[in-house]
T-cell receptor, first 112, second 113 residues
Framework: DAKTTQPTSMDCAEGRAANLPCNHS???????VYWYRQIHSQGPQYIIH???NNETNEMASLIITEDRKSSTLILPHATLRDTAVYYC?????????????FGQGTELSVKP | GAGVSQSPRYKVAKRGQDVALRCDPI?????LFWYQQALGQGPEFLTY????????KSGLPSDRFFAERPEGSVSTLKIQRTQQEDSAVYLC???????????FGQGTRLTVV
């Protein structure tokens, strides 16, 4: 069962930052926060992951609260190609073999 | 290859027919996962291999579902006596190690008629 709660859908204007929230109030100390996205008719794509510190890569930034009970994925300048379902997953992959448990995700629509 | 390859991309099966879905992971990736994704839902875990060993098959919905990875590279998901409820996209993912980034294939869309 997924251990995260995400809004079902969100809209964002093209060129603006998209901020996608995720609640994971039962996260344990060894669990990482992972974000994947799935563009229509494709397999999921890895975006970013983190444990407790904020992380940034070429795709996005991940902000994790100090108590680790929630996080936000930030796409700094959303484009139409960022329209997708975004999944927030918490997992202790090192002890669970890499198993990712997906929830329903957030359907992000980027509009011109 | 450049990524995870799945074949066929589309499969239509008559109810009761057996099907075999193939996954070619990225070369050198130790871990391989199978997921089932129904329309409008997130992917659901089916089974997991580390090399040729099937370490977790807790997600397989019935004994009609069987997966193998005999040489630790290519994997096959077999569904016997297909039913309409088996209609879904079947996704394969590989990792070079647990905790690393997962690479997913495009999936096989199975339609049982």
């Amino acid at each position: 069962d997924a251990k995260t709660t995400q809004p079902t859908s969100m809209d964002c204007a093209e060129g603006r930052a998209a901020n996608l929230p995720c609640n994971h109030s039962t996260i344990s100390g060894n669990e990482y926060v992972y974000w994947y996205r799935q563009i229509h008719s494709q397999g999921p794509q890895y975006i970013i992951h983190g444990l407790k510190n904020n992380e940034t890569n070429e795709m996005a930034s991940l902000i994790i609260t100090e108590d680790r009970k929630s996080s936000t994925l930030i796409l700094p300048h959303a484009t139409l190609r960022d329209t997708a379902v975004y999944y927030c997953i918490v997992s202790d992959l090192y002890n669970q073999g890499g198993k990712l448990i997906f929830g329903q995700g957030t359907e992000l629509s980027v509009k011109p | 290859g450049a990524g995870v390859s799945q074949s066929p991309r589309y499969k239509v099966a008559k109810r009761g027919q057996d099907v075999a879905l193939r996954c070619d992971p990225i070369s050198g990736h130790v871990s391989l996962f199978w997921y089932q994704q129904a329309l409008g839902q997130g992917p659901e875990f089916l089974t997991y291999f580390q090399n040729e060993a099937q370490l977790d098959k807790s997600g397989l919905p019935s004994d009609r579902f069987f997966a193998e990875r005999p040489e630790g590279s290519v994997s096959t998901l077999k569904i016997q006596r297909t039913q309409q409820e088996d209609s879904a996209v079947y996704l394969c993912a590989s990792f070079w190690a647990p905790g690393a980034e997962a690479f997913f294939g495009q999936g096989t869309r199975l339609t049982v008629v």
